[in-house]
């Protein structure tokens, strides 16, 4: 979900809840500006890819750079300025710096083009990004599978694919309810 404000003196994106990839063409006169979480993000010329979601706020930065901050500078110490790979994580207290390569960032983008790339991912973080991207919900029924790794590349709309290849490769029972896909072992 998402709102947009277009100002003489700014660009403005407030992104509630979901993902959502920027490209943008950087004007020091009018900056694009993507509000996330309790936080601005401010472009300085880039590409980059914002998540929120109910317990964090993630900005990765494909090319370029952006300022990652706490609006009201409270919080010095959770401001940064990300370039090409930098991955910040924040929650309401903290901040994460992480550094993706340039393969890791394009399997993160996989849903712009409509696919879902897991990579020794566990099931329940796979089952995760399934469910943002369909009605029919995957529930995995115990943290022993849940724990399982999968490997693969999945078109993000293809559940039964997904809950097929659980089944012959991992080896784990499938209960189909209609709107819900039960994973267990």
């Given at each position: 979900?998402?709102?947009?404000?277009?100002t003489?003196?700014?660009?403005t994106?407030?992104?509630d809840?979901?993902?959502a990839?920027?490209?943008?063409?950087?004007?020091?006169?009018?900056p694009?500006?993507v509000m996330?979480?309790?936080?601005r993000?401010?472009?300085?010329?880039?590409?980059?890819?914002?998540?929120?979601?109910?317990?964090r706020t993630?900005?990765?930065v494909?090319?370029?750079?952006?300022?990652?901050?706490?609006?009201?500078?409270?919080?010095?110490?959770?401001?940064?300025?990300?370039?090409?790979?930098?991955?910040?994580?924040?929650?309401?207290?903290s901040?994460?710096l992480?550094?993706?390569?340039?393969?890791?960032?394009n399997?993160?983008?996989?849903?712009?083009?409509?696919?879902?790339?897991?990579?020794y991912?566990?099931?329940?973080?796979a089952?995760?990004?399934?469910n943002?991207?369909n009605?029919?919900?995957?529930?995995?029924g115990d943290?022993n599978a849940?724990?399982?790794?999968?490997?693969?590349?999945?078109?993000?709309?293809?559940?039964?694919?997904?809950?097929?290849?659980?089944?012959?490769?991992?080896?784990l029972?499938?209960k189909?309810?209609g709107?819900?896909?039960?994973?267990s072992r």
């Open positions: 979900r998402s709102r947009t404000r277009m003489t003196a700014e660009r994106v407030w992104l809840k979901g993902e990839f920027f490209e943008v063409k950087h004007d020091a006169a009018h694009f500006v996330v979480g309790g936080r993000v401010t472009d300085l010329g880039t590409e980059f890819r914002v998540l929120r979601d109910s317990k993630e900005v990765t494909v090319a370029g750079r952006v300022r990652f901050e706490a609006p009201d500078a409270q919080a010095p110490l959770q401001t940064a300025v990300l370039t090409q790979g930098d991955v910040a994580t924040a929650t309401a207290g901040m994460l992480t550094k993706k390569s340039q393969s890791a960032l399997n993160e983008l996989g849903w712009r083009r409509g696919v879902l790339v897991f990579r991912t566990p099931l329940s973080e089952v995760a990004e399934f943002r991207y009605e029919t919900k995957i529930v995995v943290t849940a724990k399982l790794k999968i490997y693969g590349t999945f078109r993000a709309t293809h559940v039964e694919d997904f809950t097929a290849l659980a089944q012959m490769v991992l080896g029972h499938i189909n309810d709107n819900e896909i039960v994973i």
